[in-house]
Protein backbone atom coordinates (compact mmCIF):
# COMPACT_ATOMS: atom_id res chain seq x y z
CA UNK A 1 0.00 0.00 0.00
CA UNK A 2 2.62 2.42 0.90
CA UNK A 3 4.76 1.88 -2.36
CA UNK A 4 1.29 2.66 -4.47
CA UNK A 5 0.72 5.64 -2.51
CA UNK A 6 4.35 6.65 -3.04
CA UNK A 7 4.38 5.64 -6.72
CA UNK A 8 0.93 7.20 -7.12
CA UNK A 9 2.72 10.78 -5.70
CA UNK A 10 5.70 10.50 -7.82
CA UNK A 11 3.05 9.85 -11.11
CA UNK A 12 2.90 13.51 -12.81
CA UNK A 13 -0.26 15.12 -12.48
CA UNK A 14 -0.14 17.84 -15.22
CA UNK A 15 -0.46 17.38 -19.33
CA UNK A 16 2.14 18.53 -21.42
CA UNK A 17 0.22 19.70 -24.69
CA UNK A 18 -3.12 22.35 -24.05
CA UNK A 19 -6.65 21.90 -25.75
CA UNK A 20 -5.42 24.82 -28.09
CA UNK A 21 -2.51 23.41 -29.30
CA UNK A 22 -3.75 20.05 -29.75
CA UNK A 23 -6.67 21.55 -31.52
CA UNK A 24 -4.23 23.30 -34.51
CA UNK A 25 -2.58 20.05 -34.70
CA UNK A 26 -5.64 18.64 -35.75
CA UNK A 27 -6.82 21.21 -37.67
CA UNK A 28 -3.22 20.61 -39.43
CA UNK A 29 -4.26 17.23 -40.10
CA UNK A 30 -7.64 18.07 -41.54
CA UNK A 31 -6.54 20.46 -43.87
CA UNK A 32 -4.40 18.08 -45.52
CA UNK A 33 -5.74 16.87 -48.91
CA UNK A 34 -6.69 13.72 -50.37
CA UNK A 35 -3.19 11.84 -51.40
CA UNK A 36 -2.35 8.77 -52.91
CA UNK A 37 1.06 8.73 -52.13
CA UNK A 38 2.30 6.07 -50.78
CA UNK A 39 3.87 5.48 -46.69
CA UNK A 40 6.66 7.73 -47.15
CA UNK A 41 8.69 10.29 -45.64
CA UNK A 42 5.50 12.95 -46.83
CA UNK A 43 4.66 15.73 -44.81
CA UNK A 44 1.20 14.30 -44.12
CA UNK A 45 2.66 11.34 -42.38
CA UNK A 46 4.84 14.12 -40.14
CA UNK A 47 1.85 15.94 -38.89
CA UNK A 48 -0.06 12.37 -38.39
CA UNK A 49 3.01 11.63 -35.98
CA UNK A 50 3.25 14.96 -34.19
CA UNK A 51 -0.79 14.75 -33.97
CA UNK A 52 -0.44 11.50 -32.24
CA UNK A 53 2.20 12.49 -29.75
CA UNK A 54 -0.20 15.38 -28.88
CA UNK A 55 -3.29 13.28 -28.42
CA UNK A 56 -1.80 11.32 -26.01
CA UNK A 57 0.07 14.09 -24.26
CA UNK A 58 -2.93 15.96 -23.92
CA UNK A 59 -3.69 13.32 -21.35
CA UNK A 60 -1.52 14.03 -17.79
CA UNK A 61 0.99 10.55 -17.11
CA UNK A 62 -1.60 9.76 -14.04
CA UNK A 63 -4.56 10.06 -16.30
CA UNK A 64 -2.87 7.59 -18.42
CA UNK A 65 -1.69 5.30 -15.88
CA UNK A 66 -5.46 5.39 -14.20
CA UNK A 67 -6.90 4.19 -17.69
CA UNK A 68 -4.64 1.52 -17.83
CA UNK A 69 -5.24 0.00 -14.77
CA UNK A 70 -8.81 0.59 -14.45
CA UNK A 71 -10.26 -2.46 -16.59
CA UNK A 72 -7.59 -4.98 -14.58
CA UNK A 73 -8.86 -3.15 -11.20
CA UNK A 74 -12.47 -3.07 -12.42
CA UNK A 75 -12.39 -6.34 -13.82
CA UNK A 76 -10.15 -8.97 -11.94
CA UNK A 77 -8.65 -6.95 -8.55
CA UNK A 78 -11.93 -5.88 -7.29
CA UNK A 79 -13.80 -8.85 -8.28
CA UNK A 80 -11.18 -11.01 -6.80
CA UNK A 81 -10.85 -9.09 -3.84
CA UNK A 82 -14.90 -9.46 -3.46
CA UNK A 83 -14.90 -13.18 -3.39
CA UNK A 84 -11.41 -13.72 -1.10
CA UNK A 85 -13.47 -11.48 1.81
CA UNK A 86 -16.95 -12.72 1.09
CA UNK A 87 -15.79 -16.51 2.19
CA UNK A 88 -18.82 -17.69 -0.06
CA UNK A 89 -18.43 -21.65 -0.77
CA UNK A 90 -20.05 -21.98 -5.12
CA UNK A 91 -22.00 -25.23 -4.22
CA UNK A 92 -24.56 -25.90 -6.88
CA UNK A 93 -26.64 -27.76 -4.40
CA UNK A 94 -27.81 -24.73 -2.81
CA UNK A 95 -29.57 -23.03 -5.61
CA UNK A 96 -33.54 -24.42 -4.69
CA UNK A 97 -32.95 -23.41 -1.32
CA UNK A 98 -36.10 -20.80 0.05
CA UNK A 99 -33.32 -17.99 1.33
CA UNK A 100 -31.39 -18.26 -2.06
CA UNK A 101 -34.52 -18.21 -4.36
CA UNK A 102 -36.17 -15.26 -2.05
CA UNK A 103 -32.96 -13.20 -2.33
CA UNK A 104 -32.50 -13.54 -5.74
CA UNK A 105 -36.14 -12.66 -6.63
CA UNK A 106 -35.88 -9.67 -4.67
CA UNK A 107 -32.86 -8.26 -6.28
CA UNK A 108 -33.66 -9.51 -9.89
CA UNK A 109 -37.83 -8.64 -10.21
CA UNK A 110 -38.23 -6.53 -6.70
CA UNK A 111 -35.64 -3.50 -7.52
CA UNK A 112 -36.65 -2.85 -10.67
CA UNK A 113 -40.18 -3.20 -9.91
CA UNK A 114 -40.30 -1.42 -6.86
CA UNK A 115 -38.25 1.34 -8.87
CA UNK A 116 -41.01 1.73 -12.54
CA UNK A 117 -43.66 1.55 -9.61
CA UNK A 118 -42.72 4.53 -7.17
CA UNK A 119 -41.59 6.48 -10.07
CA UNK A 120 -44.59 6.03 -12.07
CA UNK A 121 -46.85 6.90 -8.50
CA UNK A 122 -44.28 9.86 -8.16
CA UNK A 123 -45.09 11.17 -11.62
CA UNK A 124 -48.67 10.50 -11.52
CA UNK A 125 -48.72 12.64 -8.19
CA UNK A 126 -46.94 15.53 -9.08
CA UNK A 127 -44.39 14.84 -7.01
CA UNK A 128 -41.91 14.30 -9.35
CA UNK A 129 -41.16 14.97 -13.06
CA UNK A 130 -39.98 12.79 -15.82
CA UNK A 131 -37.46 14.58 -18.04
CA UNK A 132 -38.18 14.08 -21.63
CA UNK A 133 -35.39 12.05 -22.57
CA UNK A 134 -35.45 9.89 -19.57
CA UNK A 135 -37.97 7.15 -21.68
CA UNK A 136 -39.36 4.82 -19.43
CA UNK A 137 -37.38 1.70 -20.74
CA UNK A 138 -34.52 3.58 -19.92
CA UNK A 139 -35.26 3.76 -16.27
CA UNK A 140 -36.45 -0.09 -16.27
CA UNK A 141 -32.68 -0.99 -17.21
CA UNK A 142 -31.75 1.26 -14.60
CA UNK A 143 -33.80 -0.47 -11.86
CA UNK A 144 -32.41 -3.91 -13.41
CA UNK A 145 -29.01 -2.41 -12.32
CA UNK A 146 -29.73 -1.96 -8.94
CA UNK A 147 -30.45 -5.17 -8.57
CA UNK A 148 -26.62 -5.44 -8.29
CA UNK A 149 -25.63 -5.51 -4.68
CA UNK A 150 -22.63 -7.31 -3.09
CA UNK A 151 -20.80 -5.41 0.15
CA UNK A 152 -23.87 -3.80 1.45
CA UNK A 153 -25.89 -7.11 0.99
CA UNK A 154 -23.52 -8.96 2.19
CA UNK A 155 -22.95 -7.20 5.18
CA UNK A 156 -27.05 -7.69 5.98
CA UNK A 157 -26.92 -10.79 4.98
CA UNK A 158 -24.29 -11.57 8.23
CA UNK A 159 -26.88 -9.36 10.49
CA UNK A 160 -30.12 -11.13 9.60
CA UNK A 161 -28.94 -15.08 9.44
CA UNK A 162 -27.17 -17.04 10.91
CA UNK A 163 -24.56 -19.32 9.68
CA UNK A 164 -27.13 -22.12 8.51
CA UNK A 165 -28.02 -19.64 5.81
CA UNK A 166 -25.83 -17.22 5.47
CA UNK A 167 -23.84 -19.04 2.85
CA UNK A 168 -27.43 -19.65 0.86
CA UNK A 169 -28.34 -15.82 1.54
CA UNK A 170 -24.68 -15.38 -0.15
CA UNK A 171 -25.19 -17.52 -2.94
CA UNK A 172 -28.49 -15.44 -4.28
CA UNK A 173 -27.04 -12.33 -4.01
CA UNK A 174 -23.99 -13.61 -6.07
CA UNK A 175 -26.42 -14.96 -8.40
CA UNK A 176 -28.77 -11.93 -8.70
CA UNK A 177 -25.69 -9.56 -9.22
CA UNK A 178 -24.46 -11.54 -12.01
CA UNK A 179 -28.55 -12.00 -13.48
CA UNK A 180 -28.90 -8.63 -12.87
CA UNK A 181 -25.74 -6.78 -14.56
CA UNK A 182 -26.53 -9.02 -17.90
CA UNK A 183 -30.54 -7.93 -17.99
CA UNK A 184 -29.19 -4.58 -17.22
CA UNK A 185 -26.70 -4.46 -20.22
CA UNK A 186 -28.95 -5.84 -22.40
CA UNK A 187 -31.30 -3.65 -21.82
CA UNK A 188 -29.51 -0.41 -21.91
CA UNK A 189 -27.22 -1.80 -24.87
CA UNK A 190 -30.92 -3.06 -27.06
CA UNK A 191 -32.28 0.04 -26.60
CA UNK A 192 -32.55 2.87 -28.91
CA UNK A 193 -31.11 6.49 -28.72
CA UNK A 194 -33.41 8.99 -28.48
CA UNK A 195 -34.00 11.85 -30.78
CA UNK A 196 -35.44 14.56 -28.17
CA UNK A 197 -35.70 16.93 -31.28
CA UNK A 198 -38.13 15.00 -33.52
CA UNK A 199 -40.02 13.29 -30.95
CA UNK A 200 -39.39 9.96 -31.54
CA UNK A 201 -36.76 6.82 -30.92
CA UNK A 202 -34.30 6.81 -33.89
CA UNK A 203 -31.94 3.97 -34.89
CA UNK A 204 -30.25 6.13 -37.57
CA UNK A 205 -26.81 7.28 -36.88
CA UNK A 206 -27.58 9.75 -39.81
CA UNK A 207 -30.66 11.59 -37.76
CA UNK A 208 -28.45 11.35 -35.01
CA UNK A 209 -25.47 12.94 -36.18
CA UNK A 210 -28.48 15.75 -37.84
CA UNK A 211 -30.16 16.18 -34.67
CA UNK A 212 -26.92 16.72 -32.70
CA UNK A 213 -25.88 19.37 -35.10
CA UNK A 214 -28.83 21.40 -35.27
CA UNK A 215 -29.01 21.30 -31.13
CA UNK A 216 -25.76 22.12 -30.43
CA UNK A 217 -23.84 25.38 -29.90
CA UNK A 218 -20.65 25.92 -31.45
CA UNK A 219 -18.54 29.03 -29.33
CA UNK A 220 -15.49 30.69 -31.47
CA UNK A 221 -13.06 32.09 -29.88
CA UNK A 222 -9.31 34.48 -30.85
CA UNK A 223 -7.27 36.37 -28.53
CA UNK A 224 -8.10 39.22 -31.02
CA UNK A 225 -11.71 39.18 -30.61
CA UNK A 226 -14.59 38.80 -28.40
CA UNK A 227 -16.34 35.34 -28.45
CA UNK A 228 -19.25 34.62 -30.90
CA UNK A 229 -21.43 32.06 -30.13
CA UNK A 230 -23.70 30.39 -33.05
CA UNK A 231 -25.92 27.35 -33.90
CA UNK A 232 -24.24 24.42 -34.98
CA UNK A 233 -25.86 23.93 -38.25
CA UNK A 234 -25.09 27.45 -39.34
CA UNK A 235 -21.51 27.29 -37.69
CA UNK A 236 -20.80 23.92 -39.86
CA UNK A 237 -21.68 25.61 -43.10
CA UNK A 238 -19.78 28.50 -42.28
CA UNK A 239 -16.90 26.03 -41.93
CA UNK A 240 -17.23 24.18 -44.60
CA UNK A 241 -17.30 27.72 -46.92
CA UNK A 242 -13.95 28.40 -45.13
CA UNK A 243 -12.54 24.83 -46.67
CA UNK A 244 -12.68 23.04 -43.31
CA UNK A 245 -14.09 19.84 -43.01
CA UNK A 246 -16.81 21.00 -40.26
CA UNK A 247 -15.42 18.87 -37.24
CA UNK A 248 -16.21 20.25 -34.06
CA UNK A 249 -13.48 20.99 -31.68
CA UNK A 250 -11.75 22.45 -34.25
CA UNK A 251 -8.66 25.53 -34.96
CA UNK A 252 -7.47 27.28 -37.40
CA UNK A 253 -3.86 28.22 -37.34
CA UNK A 254 -3.06 32.05 -37.62
CA UNK A 255 -1.28 31.45 -41.19
CA UNK A 256 -4.05 29.72 -42.89
CA UNK A 257 -6.44 32.69 -42.04
CA UNK A 258 -5.99 34.92 -44.55
CA UNK A 259 -6.76 31.66 -47.13
CA UNK A 260 -9.98 30.83 -44.67
CA UNK A 261 -10.91 34.10 -44.65
CA UNK A 262 -10.99 34.60 -48.40
CA UNK A 263 -13.08 31.36 -49.57
CA UNK A 264 -15.05 32.33 -46.92
CA UNK A 265 -15.92 35.84 -48.42
CA UNK A 266 -16.38 34.79 -51.61
CA UNK A 267 -18.54 31.84 -50.78
CA UNK A 268 -20.70 34.31 -48.91
CA UNK A 269 -20.35 36.41 -51.97
CA UNK A 270 -21.67 33.53 -54.24
CA UNK A 271 -25.10 32.76 -52.41
CA UNK A 272 -25.49 36.52 -52.77
CA UNK A 273 -25.52 36.68 -56.26
CA UNK A 274 -27.99 33.38 -56.71
CA UNK A 275 -30.63 34.96 -54.49
CA UNK A 276 -32.04 36.74 -57.94
CA UNK A 277 -32.41 33.24 -59.34
CA UNK A 278 -33.92 30.85 -57.18
CA UNK A 279 -37.10 30.98 -54.98
CA UNK A 280 -38.70 32.85 -52.22
CA UNK A 281 -37.55 30.26 -49.41
CA UNK A 282 -33.49 29.39 -50.81
CA UNK A 283 -33.63 33.53 -50.99
CA UNK A 284 -34.35 33.88 -47.51
CA UNK A 285 -32.18 31.26 -46.18
CA UNK A 286 -29.33 32.37 -48.07
CA UNK A 287 -29.64 36.18 -46.91
CA UNK A 288 -30.17 34.99 -43.12
CA UNK A 289 -26.87 32.46 -43.38
CA UNK A 290 -25.06 36.09 -45.18
CA UNK A 291 -25.95 37.81 -42.18
CA UNK A 292 -25.22 35.70 -39.37
CA UNK A 293 -21.87 35.48 -41.10
CA UNK A 294 -21.09 38.70 -40.68
CA UNK A 295 -19.84 38.57 -36.68
CA UNK A 296 -17.42 35.32 -37.41
CA UNK A 297 -16.23 37.01 -40.89
CA UNK A 298 -15.69 40.14 -38.37
CA UNK A 299 -13.40 37.82 -35.79
CA UNK A 300 -11.56 36.28 -38.75
CA UNK A 301 -10.59 39.76 -40.03
CA UNK A 302 -9.56 40.53 -36.69
CA UNK A 303 -7.25 37.57 -35.42
CA UNK A 304 -5.98 37.28 -39.31
CA UNK A 305 -4.87 41.40 -38.52
CA UNK A 306 -2.93 40.34 -35.23
CA UNK A 307 -1.93 36.99 -35.91
CA UNK A 308 -4.03 35.54 -33.74
CA UNK A 309 -5.73 31.55 -34.10
CA UNK A 310 -8.77 30.44 -34.16
CA UNK A 311 -10.33 28.33 -32.01
CA UNK A 312 -14.25 26.37 -31.87
CA UNK A 313 -15.89 24.07 -29.73
Known sequence: ??????????????????????????????????????????????????????????????????????????????????????????????????????????????????????????????????????????????????????????????LAFDQELLDSAKLGIFLASVTSAALGYGESALMPCIDAGAGFLSNSPRQRIHSEANDMLVTFTTKAYADITMFGDVAVTLLKMMGHSGTVPGAILAADLPAALSRLTAAIDKTRTETSTGDDDEDETRVSLSNRALPLVDLLTAAAQQNCDVMWE
Not at 7 to 27: I, K
Not at 34 to 45: I, L, P, V, Y
Open 1 to 158: TITGVVLGLMTPARRWVSDERLYAVLSRVIAHPASEEGSGDTKDRETLQVAEIAARETLSPVERLEFALHPWVGFVIMPLFAFANAGLPLSLGEIGNAVTLAVFVGFVFGKPVGILAFSWVAVRLGIAIRPPDLDWRLMAGGGMLAGIGFTMALFIAN
